[in-house]
């Protein structure tokens, strides 16, 4: 089997920026409230218009350029995402044309906030046993257009933004393990009513506000924390490391108070946790692989760094992934 690294990476994130005093004026709510409960300080919103594919193009142009690869060269586009520019066809193929990709396979996937960390499991199989070289693997969200902006349980909490990686292979280092699980059972907890074949639109499903995601967030924040401490555990001893080995992890950004409680059940110091949380929101599918990319840019990983990725969201789905730089 080959190894399999991430050999560049990139991010997107929309010029128009929406704070909490911007919040403050729309639903009752305030900054004090957002910014205890949540972390969050602002987040990122795309223009009228903007569809998760231009996200994903900008993002993968980003990506591509950092990592030396033509377009050409891809022989697969994995894109992670719950807001795909339409039902059907898949973001991923209106990517590979934007990018001239033509070589390159493409599909979606549908696993939320874990998204990235799946399409990276499944990109990483295709390489290591060869029968691909190049991968492009992409969480791209545009959650402000399932949003109601009249549900300040919900609205304060995401963003858009996308963040692509390229997958090859690798002399040394790469991912050493990753870990996906799944539990439908829970899948009332967060979830977007209408618009797919069990409600498709119609008046009703519109005056019913039915198109705009619904969580029960009191109950995922358990959940969350537990789920997300258990793929940490369960990743890194699949990898035959410990928590000591770790240099940095890398939580996808639901809420910095689920993140914080996770590290310390994990014995992670504050300081070796990766936060964009402040400044973006929670971008679903997008979170982790912007914060690696910002993490990358600002030099917070470093070759030959362990790298924990640990992410959970609607499904309920989770996924884990250990990276050496
Ligand atoms: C959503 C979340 C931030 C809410 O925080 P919380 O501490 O659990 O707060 P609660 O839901 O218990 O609500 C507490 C109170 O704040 C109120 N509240 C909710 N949103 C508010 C807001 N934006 N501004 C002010 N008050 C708000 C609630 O109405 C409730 O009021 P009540 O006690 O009078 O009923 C938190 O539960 C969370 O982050 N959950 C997980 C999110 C997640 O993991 N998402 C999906 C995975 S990707």
């Known amino acids: 089997m080959k190894k399999v690294g991430i050999i560049g990476v990139g991010e997107y994130l929309p010029e128009k920026i929406l704070t909490n005093a911007d919040l403050e004026k729309m639903v ?28 994903a193009f900008k993002a993968s142009v980003q990506a591509l350029n950092n990592a030396k690869i033509k377009p050409e060269e891809l022989e697969l586009i994995i894109v992670a995402t719950i807001t795909g520019d339409m039902s059907f066809p898949s973001v991923s193929a209106i990517l ?26 499944v990109a990483q199989q295709f390489i290591s046993c060869g029968t691909y070289k190049n991968a492009l693997v992409i969480g791209s969200e545009v959650l402000s257009s399932i949003t109601d902006w009249q549900d300040r349980n919900t609205c304060v909490l995401f963003g858009d933004g996308a963040g692509a990686a390229v997958l090859s292979e690798v002399k040394s280092g790469g991912i050493i393990s990753t870990y996906l699980g799944c539990d439908g059972s ?27 995601l619904k969580m029960q967030g009191n109950e995922l924040f358990k959940i969350a924390v537990n789920t997300m401490t258990q793929a940490a555990e369960t990743v890194l001893k699949q990898a035959g ?41 929670n971008m679903s599918s997008a979170s982790t692989v912007t914060a690696l990319c910002e993490a990358v840019q600002e030099g917070k990983v470093k070759k030959g760094d362990i790298i924990l990725l640990d992410a959970f969201g609607a499904g309920l789905v989770w996924g884990a992934c250990v990276i050496e730089w």
């Not at 829970?186 to 519109?206: F, W, Y």
């Open 96 to 121: 590979q044309n934007k990018l001239q990709a033509k070589k390159a396979v493409c599909f979606d996937i549908s696993a939320a906030c874990a998204g990235f960390v799946y399409g990276l499991s």
């Open 186 to 212: 829970k899948a009332g907890i967060l979830n977007l009513p209408a618009g797919g074949s069990r409600n498709p639109a119609t008046h009703e499903t519109v005056e019913k506000r039915m198109h705009f």
């Open 28 to 55: 009752d709510t305030s900054d004090e409230w957002i910014t205890t409960r949540t972390g969050i300080k602002e987040r990122h919103l795309a223009a009228p218009g903007e569809a998760s594919s231009d996200l």
């Open 241 to 281: 490391l410990t928590f000591s080995d770790v240099d940095l992890i890398i939580p996808h950004q639901a809420n910095r108070r689920i993140i914080m409680a996770v590290a310390k059940k994990l014995g992670i110091p504050e300081e070796r946790v990766y936060l964009n949380i402040e400044r973006c929101g």
